[in-house]
C-alpha cells in the first residue's frame, strides 16, 4: 500500500513511463511540481494538452509540423536544395543537424528503424513513401543518417538496396559518431565533421 496520495503516485507513475526518468527522478520531479507555484503546473498541463492537438506530420518529410499545416518549414523553402535527402530515424535527428548550420538539403523521417526483436519491418516505417518521393523529385543524393546502431546500420543496407536504381548518389554519414550512440546526442562539431565526410555507401 502507497504511503502517497493517489494524485501524487500517480504522477510518479507517470513519470517513470517517460524515458530516461526512473523512479528517483519521477519522485523528485513529481514533489518539485507539488511545491511550485500553480501557474507552473498550469502551464506544463497546457503545454502537454497542446503538444498532441496542435502537432501532426509533415505529408512530404514525415517531420513533425503544426496540425494545420501540411508541409512543415523546411520543405517549404525554395532555399533548400531538395535535390539533396538526409535520411533519419527520428525528428529529434533533424533539430540535432540543424544545429551544425552546416546542411543545405531537405530530410526525409522513418519515423524509427527496422528491428525484428520489436516487430518493427519496412512496412512500418516511412521507406515507401520515400521511395515514392525519389520517383518524383530530382534527388541526387540521399545521405544514410541512420543512428551507428545495429538496427541503423540494417536499415541503411536495406535503403541502400532499395534506393541504388533510383538515385545517382548514396551517402552514409561517417564515423565521426560514436557506435551505438544517438545523433540527439552529439556535439555540433562531431556532426559537421561527420556530414563533411561522408562516404558513397557501397
Do not use: W
Not at 500517480?10 to 518539485?32: C, N, V, W, Y
Not at 497546457?46 to 518549414?73: M, W
Not at 517549404?76 to 543537424?97: M, T
Request: charged residues 25%; negative net charge; aromatic residues 4%.
Amino acid at each position: 500500500m502507497s504511503v502517497l496520495p493517489r494524485p501524487v503516485q500517480d504522477l510518479i507513475t507517470a513519470l517513470e513511463r517517460l524515458p530516461g526518468i526512473g523512479p528517483k527522478t519521477a519522485s523528485r520531479l513529481a514533489f518539485f511540481l507539488l511545491r511550485a507555484p500553480e501557474e507552473l503546473s498550469q502551464h506544463l498541463a497546457d503545454a502537454l494538452f497542446e503538444l498532441k492537438g496542435s502537432t501532426s506530420l509533415c505529408q512530404v518529410c514525415f517531420n513533425i509540423t503544426l496540425a494545420e499545416q501540411e508541409v512543415c518549414e523546411i520543405c517549404a523553402d525554395d532555399e533548400r536544395d531538395g535535390r539533396c535527402l538526409c535520411v533519419v530515424e527520428e525528428p529529434l535527428d533533424v533539430l540535432a543537424i540543424e544545429r551544425t548550420g552546416g546542411y543545405p538539403g531537405k530530410y526525409h523521417v522513418l519515423q524509427g528503424v527496422i528491428s525484428p526483436i520489436e516487430g518493427i519491418g519496412p512496412e512500418d516505417l516511412k521507406i515507401r513513401e520515400l521511395l515514392e518521393r525519389v520517383k518524383v523529385e530530382d534527388v541526387q543524393e540521399i545521405i544514410l543518417a541512420t543512428n551507428p546502431s545495429m538496427e541503423g546500420d540494417a536499415t541503411a543496407l536495406y535503403m541502400r538496396q532499395r534506393l541504388s536504381p533510383l538515385v545517382p548518389r548514396i551517402t552514409r554519414l561517417a564515423r565521426g559518431l560514436p557506435s551505438g550512440g544517438d545523433l540527439e546526442y552529439a556535439d555540433q562539431i562531431t556532426l559537421l565533421r561527420a556530414l563533411d565526410g561522408r562516404q558513397e555507401f557501397l
